[in-house]
């Protein structure tokens, strides 16, 4: 069965857990990456007898909207599939449902559904270092899980949590600045998922289309980029009640 590791995560946290789950299957995925914002994925189109991981963060509740856009151009083709929602330790609250939405609409048949924690992108002092050795053991439990349900020949589509409408989605107003190490290499414009940053002049942000993924922050080989440190400060303190409680990987079958 060929695997497809279909995954936007710009600061990395969603892939590594993609990457855990995907590990008890024996063959190396091919990587579909969501968060280039240059790909065309319209002429991408799987084969029903193929396996997705569809991986997106959970931003304010809900899926990015640059993944769910370029998902919509990959032909499922029914191909079985397995959705990962990676959010901060606070809530994923509608991502998962959002998500197979976004999948049943793009063609795919969705068999099973996971949520997992990885380090907040921007508070990046709640659940940091994870997914970790324990949410690894837990991600391989979970496909086990998953092959045997596999194995089952045409699986129901899962119980999924979420609402119809979706919450409202509201952007974080969380935009980097460069400071005065920025040597204007201008890694950040090129590597920006919405391209929110000037090419020719990184100081440059277009802060109606940046979506506070902190991409520029996390590849950086300066350290040139930041956020306002007060409005940092502000966002810690509003989630330290609801972040500072270890949440646990989930699996929906």
């Known amino acids: ?57 959970s931003y304010g509740g809900r899926v990015p909207a640059p993944a769910a856009e370029r998902l919509s151009g990959i032909r499922g083709n029914g191909a079985k599939t397995v ?17 197979q939405d976004a999948a049943v609409r793009a063609g795919f048949h969705v068999i099973a559904a996971v949520s997992a924690v990885a380090e907040h992108s921007i508070a990046r002092q709640f ?55 920025c040597l204007k290499c201008g890694l950040c414009a090129q590597k920006c998922p919405v391209q929110a940053i000037d090419r020719q002049d990184p100081a440059k942000t277009d802060a109606a289309l940046c979506i506070s993924c902190m991409r520029c922050v996390s590849l950086c080989p300066h350290s040139a980029r930041r956020l306002n440190p007060a409005a940092l400060a502000a966002v810690s303190a509003m989630l330290n009640k609801a972040c500072s409680e270890r949440k646990e990987c989930e699996l929906f079958l």
């Open 1 to 57: 069965m060929k695997l497809y590791e279909i995954c936007f995560s710009p600061t990395g946290g969603t892939k590594k857990a993609a990457d855990m789950l995907a590990e008890e299957w024996e063959e190396k995925p091919v990587f579909l990456d969501l968060t280039d914002g240059a790909a065309d994925f319209s002429g991408i189109s799987l084969v029903e007898d193929a396996l997705a991981l569809i991986a997106v963060p």
């Open 83 to 99: 959705l990962l929602c990676v959010y901060g330790n606070r809530a994923y609250e509608d991502t998962l449902t959002e998500l």
């Open 127 to 181: 659940a940091a270092g994870r997914p970790d050795g324990r949410d690894r053991a837990r991600l391989h439990t979970f496909a086990q899980e998953i092959r045997t349900r596999l194995a089952e020949g045409n699986p129901p589509q899962p119980k999924i949590p979420g609402s119809r409408p979706y919450k409202k989605a509201g952007g974080s107003g969380m935009v980097p600045k460069p400071t005065e190490a």
